[in-house]
């Protein structure tokens, strides 16, 4: 590695509902690799923004057809947990097989470096600042460590997140909690820095987030299913957007 790129103040914000509202930290301690679903719709435009040709590093041509194949099954798992959301309320029907069935999805390979490579974390930096998932449902498949993930509840504010190795983790998004009427909150979390009882630890987490259809019309659920009144349909795209050019630094 001849170079540590550091990303922007990304997805660290206070609350779904006023996306502008950033938590500014220093940047992340993390290096990235991302790709998307290439779905194309044959609309340029659309095309540009949702479903752009991934890019694969030449240096490493067995990468493509592996995370392929992983996403492949992500998606699978996605569909069969807004399954099991809609099922858990009650639901004659699960929306999502129409509302998710081009859907448009990002994984990251994130690597987070140890101190040796990355320097000694500023006050209030992280590997991943503090921040909600703009999507429905979000899989992780980690590496636990002292600077690992942590979540936070009203109840008991940050603590370490569960790690089972025969497991994955789910988090709840911005857009599954709207689609709910707020009934399921979606998680906030954060990735700690590299600690000092640990500062070699060197760790890599798979992440694929969930999305909709970039066209579907996401129409909260009302009570007594749902938790809020006046929510109001919203298309996917628009949703994911808005939270988007929140986190954009022009």
Not at 28 to 41: H, I, N, R
Not at 100 to 125: C, D, F, K, L, R
């Amino acid at each position: 590695m001849t170079s540590f790129p550091r990303a922007h103040p990304s997805q660290q914000k206070n609350s779904p509902d006023t996306p502008g509202r950033i938590t500014e930290t220093p940047p992340d301690l993390k290096e990235s690799f991302s790709l998307g679903a290439e779905t194309a719709t044959g609309d340029a435009e659309v095309d540009r923004i949702w479903f752009a040709p991934n890019v694969w590093p030449r240096e490493v041509p067995e990468l493509a057809p592996l995370v392929e194949e992983y996403t492949a099954q992500m998606r699978r798992v996605a569909d069969d947990l807004l399954a099991l959301c809609a099922h858990a309320l009650g639901l004659p029907v699960n929306p999502f097989a129409a509302l998710a069935s081009t859907p448009t999805w990002t994984m990251n390979i994130n690597h987070y470096p140890p101190v040796s490579v990355v320097g000694e974390p500023e006050p209030g930096q992280f590997r991943i600042g503090p921040h909600t998932d703009f999507g429905t449902v979000t899989i992780l498949d980690r590496e636990p460590g002292a600077g690992g993930l942590q979540v936070y509840s009203e109840q008991a504010g940050w603590e370490n997140a569960p790690y089972d190795p025969a497991a994955l983790t789910v988090n709840i998004g911005d857009l599954l909690e709207y689609w709910s009427g707020r009934r399921w909150p979606s998680g906030r979390h954060r990735v700690l820095p590299p600690q000092p009882d640990a500062p070699e630890e060197d760790l890599v987490s798979l992440i694929y987030f969930y999305e909709a259809n970039h066209d579907a019309l996401v129409t909260p659920l009302s009570p007594p299913i749902g938790r809020a009144e006046g929510l109001e349909p919203v298309l996917s795209a628009d949703f994911i957007k808005q939270r988007l050019d929140a986190i954009t630094v022009s």
